[in-house]
């Protein structure tokens, strides 16, 4: 699946990307997010071969991004549900859609999909937010400072910000 493992990396992006696998499996997160979960349904949706797409899944699942369920016994049948761990990865997914969208990554010239605000209808984007004051941020004032398990050269490189 992968040529490189980023296991053991002192990284959370690195260690996103581990958990995810490759992009087929965004893929299959992107059609579980919208519902889909039937074994055909995710097939048809991704145009993946039967090995490719049995073998994601096993990794998600592995992972823990998502549950195999039986729904059906004879002919056994399970259907793929995401995980909390796994359901939680929208924010992921919605910032490649919006980066898609603003670049025409599909080269249709316009959005696919739209988020909205389920009472208003009024478009949605992700945003920073100050965790403590509920308030948006600009990306300008973002900045980078070590966490708590950053490694020393993560500190030093990171040491000058605030």
Known sequence: MRAKSFAGMTCSVAGALEAIGDRWAVLLLRDLALGLSKYDELQ??????????SSRLKHLESTGLVERRPYQDNPPRHDYRLTDKGADLWKVVTALREWGDRWDANGLGAATIELVDGASGHPLVLALVDAKTGRPVPRERARLRPGPAAAPGLKKLLGGNP
């Open 44 to 53: 048809a949706s991704t145009g993946m071969p039967n090995t490719t797409l």
